[in-house]
């Protein structure tokens, strides 16, 4: 229980990042050094914490039963797309097209949110629905997330 509200605190954190950042690309935030530490590192926590609750369901059940999950492997899929986006926003956000930026805020801030869904969905786990139904969400996600950083994000002014 400790590991899954420390994974939630650490999601928390991490969705703030996002809008922390945009809102610095909107001209409403200056810099503030200890929140964006602070939003930074919730990155760092989910890592953390979601290897902890990992260990933990393999602990509570046999490797063989917690491999067999849909579910854990939708997870694991939307992990590295959502680290590969912050990556690449870290990296070029600032230079980056609007179409390119929208899609990079919206791949991240729809992992997280369809993250978040998965994880508290317990019922949804062992085989209730087949990993391609739970990929189709998670696309879904991207595509509404991305939409609606499309609208929230300013256009980019011409260089």
């Given at each position: ?32 050094p200890f929140w964006r530490h602070v939003f930074n590192w919730g ?26 999950n849909p579910k854990l492997w939708t997870k694991v899929s939307l ?81």
């Amino acid at each position: 229980m400790l590991a899954a509200f420390y994974h939630v605190m650490a999601t928390v954190a991490a969705m703030m990042a996002i809008f922390h950042f945009a809102r610095a690309l909107r001209g409403e935030e200056n810099s503030h050094p200890f929140w964006r530490h602070v939003f930074n590192w919730g990155e760092t926590h989910l890592w953390i914490s979601g290897a902890i609750l990992i260990g933990a369901g393999i602990y509570l059940s046999s490797l063989a039963e917690y491999l067999n999950n849909p579910k854990l492997w939708t997870k694991v899929s939307l992990v590295v797309l959502w680290a590969a986006a912050s990556y690449a926003i870290r990296r070029s956000s600032r230079s980056a097209s609007a179409t390119r930026r929208n899609l990079l805020f919206g791949i991240s801030s729809g992992s997280l949110l369809y993250g978040t869904f998965l994880g508290v969905a317990k019922p949804l786990a062992y085989g209730i629905l087949p990993f391609p139904w739970f990929l189709a969400g998670f696309v879904a996600t991207i595509v509404l997330c991305t939409l609606g950083v499309s609208r929230i994000l300013p256009p980019l002014a011409p260089a």
